[in-house]
């Protein structure tokens, strides 16, 4: 089992910047992929950026060039930088681990945009 807590969601205004941060404990593999994705309200939960172990990224056409996702292996922990940030970023963000074919999910965090 995986525990995953985000932190770092709040109000931010338009064009802010916001760092979400994602604490992973218990049974962790090294070679594993996290994930933040993001559910606004009324949507379906939706992919936001992963990173694999050895730091390979991937991103939704939306947030590349203002979203950085970034891991701390010795810390076991994920981030997610997120730059000029606009309504459409307000949702809740959820962080992901994949490992060995299982998939753990954290309880996520709020972020609203908004002036």
């Known amino acids: 089992q995986v525990q995953l807590v985000e932190s770092g969601g709040g109000l931010v205004q338009p064009g802010g910047s916001l760092r979400l941060s994602c604490a992973a404990s218990?049974?962790?593999?090294?070679?594993?992929?996290m994930g933040w994705y993001r559910q606004a309200p009324g949507k379906q939960r939706e992919l936001v950026a992963t990173?694999?172990?050895?730091?390979?990224?991937n991103y939704v056409d939306s947030v590349k060039g203002r979203f950085t996702i970034s891991r701390d292996n010795a810390k076991n922990t994920v981030y997610l930088q997120m730059r000029n940030v606009n309504p459409e970023d307000t949702a809740v963000y959820y962080c992901?681990?994949?490992?060995?074919?299982?998939?753990?999910w954290g309880k996520g965090t709020l972020v609203t945009v908004s002036s």
């Open positions: 218990g049974s962790i593999f090294s070679s594993n992929v």
């Open positions: 990173i694999t172990s050895d730091s390979r990224t």
């Open positions: 992901r681990n994949i490992q060995g074919g299982m998939s753990f």
